[in-house]
Nanobody, 123 residues
Framework: QVQLVESGGGSVQPGGSLRLSCVASEKTVTALCTAWFRQAPGKGREGVVILKGAGGISYADSVQGRFAISRDYSKNTLYLQMNNLKPEDSAMYYC?????????????????WGQGTQVTVSS
């Protein structure tokens, strides 16, 4: 059973930055499809960015140019650098992975989820 643990959330002012981390319990996770999702109160869980096992990356339009995903194979860790944060970025952020290298944006595709880390952007 793969375990994912997120950290790095917090409260920032608009325009600020945060870096989220997601540590995986197994090294193989960093070679598979991994993703970041977020869920704001009263809304559904939405995809933020997906990272394919082969390295291809896709960002949601709402974060393109502001967020960047990366991974450190040696640390079994996935990162999400978030810059120029906006109030509408406020949400619980989750990392997720599956047993495959291919990715898609459907939450149902992902088998393993972290517990989430809260991001709040307000002045």
């Amino acid at each position: 059973q793969v375990q994912l643990v997120e950290s790095g959330g917090g409260s920032v002012q608009p325009g600020g930055s945060l870096r989220l981390s997601c540590v995986a319990s197994e090294k193989t996770v960093t070679a598979l499809c991994t993703a970041w999702f977020r869920q704001a109160p009263g809304k559904g869980r939405e995809g933020v960015v997906i990272l394919k096992g082969a390295g291809g990356i896709s960002y949601a339009d709402s974060v393109q140019g502001r967020f960047a995903i990366s991974r450190d194979y040696s640390k079994n860790t996935l990162y999400l650098q978030m810059n120029n944060l906006k109030p509408e970025d406020s949400a619980m952020y989750y990392c997720a992975t599956t047993d495959f290298k291919r990715c898609n944006w459907s939450t149902g595709y992902y088998k393993y989820w972290g517990q989430g880390t809260q991001v709040t952007v307000s002045s």
